[in-house]
């Protein structure tokens, strides 16, 4: 579905990717995985067009996105729930959701997928009319994520869900991604800090360093990898009931 291949880019003179490659397979969910600056939100924002590659290509259902504007991109069946969530604190639960599907013209469809939304988060189908400003962080994260499904996307890109969040709304939003792509059939590309809890519901993930992978495989291998539990699950003894679930899994 999504391939990025020898992939380069960076802002002015700064060089964020230095040849990139990945692959997401439609109906998965794949983890990007990497410490602060090694260019997982980059991937992502290249990936939807805002920011042009310098070198190598990216392609989604084998069409070359290079140069393609993020509203075309969108069109496609690309849509990106930015790190930060990035709410309109001004406008209502129902007003943001109806700007994710500012492309679409279908009005029945529309507002049959805003009654999925609702029925998907009840948190959001009760607070319908509340400004963005009055949520909570784990409201306003999940009303960025409903936004981002009202392009009926078949790729979803997620910044960092869990950033900010309480341990108890982590998980909430792990289980929601997790529903996501087994009810909705949506495919996920996942950039987490939460490294054990974003390889418990992916099926492979990639590991960026200054801008390469460094690592790939199956999220059970890479759980129990270790210089990924090392460097992000805080070391050898760290999280070991998580290598389990895994295993289960």
């Given at each position: 579905?999504?391939?990025?291949?020898?992939?380069?880019?960076?802002?002015?003179?700064?060089?964020?990717?230095?040849?990139?490659?990945?692959?997401?397979?439609?109906?998965?969910?794949v983890?990007?995985?990497?410490?602060?600056g090694a260019g997982?939100?980059?991937?992502?924002?290249?990936?939807?067009?805002?920011?042009?590659?310098?070198?190598?290509?990216?392609?989604?259902?084998?069409?070359?996105?290079?140069?393609?504007?993020?509203?075309?991109?969108?069109?496609?069946?690309?849509?990106?729930v930015p790190e930060g969530r990035r709410v309109f604190p001004g406008l209502t639960v129902r007003e943001n959701m109806?700007?994710?599907?500012?492309?679409?013209?279908?009005?029945?469809?529309?507002?049959?997928?805003m009654d999925r939304m609702f029925a998907l988060f009840p948190d959001l189908a009760r607070l319908r009319g509340a400004l963005g400003w009055t949520l909570s962080g784990g409201?306003?994260?999940?009303?960025?994520?409903?936004?981002?499904?009202?392009?009926r996307p078949r790729l979803l890109l997620m910044d960092e869900p869990s950033l900010g969040l309480a341990p108890i709304l982590v998980q909430s939003v792990f289980r929601t991604i997790e529903q996501i792509?087994?009810?909705?059939?949506?495919?996920?590309?996942?950039?987490?800090?939460?490294?054990?809890?974003?390889?418990?519901?992916?099926?492979?993930?990639?590991?960026?360093?200054?801008?390469?992978?460094?690592l790939e495989g199956a999220a059970g291998e890479?759980?129990?990898?270790?210089?990924v539990r090392e460097a992000y699950l805080g070391g050898r003894g760290a999280d070991r009931d998580a290598v389990d679930r895994s295993r289960a899994h």
């Open positions: 579905m999504l391939e990025l291949t020898d992939v380069h880019a960076g802002y002015g003179h700064v060089a964020a990717l230095r040849g990139v490659s990945l692959a997401v397979r439609e109906g998965e969910i983890a990007l995985l990497g410490a602060n997982k939100s980059t991937t992502l924002r290249l990936i939807s067009g805002l920011v042009h590659p310098t070198q190598g290509e990216a392609t989604f259902a084998g069409r070359p996105l290079r140069r393609l504007p993020p509203e075309a991109i969108i069109r496609l069946g690309i849509a990106h109806r700007l994710g599907a500012a492309i679409r013209r279908d009005t029945s469809g529309i507002a049959a997928d409201q306003q994260q999940m009303l960025a994520i409903a936004r981002g499904l009202m392009a792509n087994r009810e909705l059939g949506t495919t996920v590309l996942l950039v987490e800090q939460n490294a054990s809890m974003a390889l418990r519901v992916a099926a492979r993930g990639y590991v960026l360093e200054t801008g390469r992978v460094a890479l759980l129990r990898n270790p210089e």
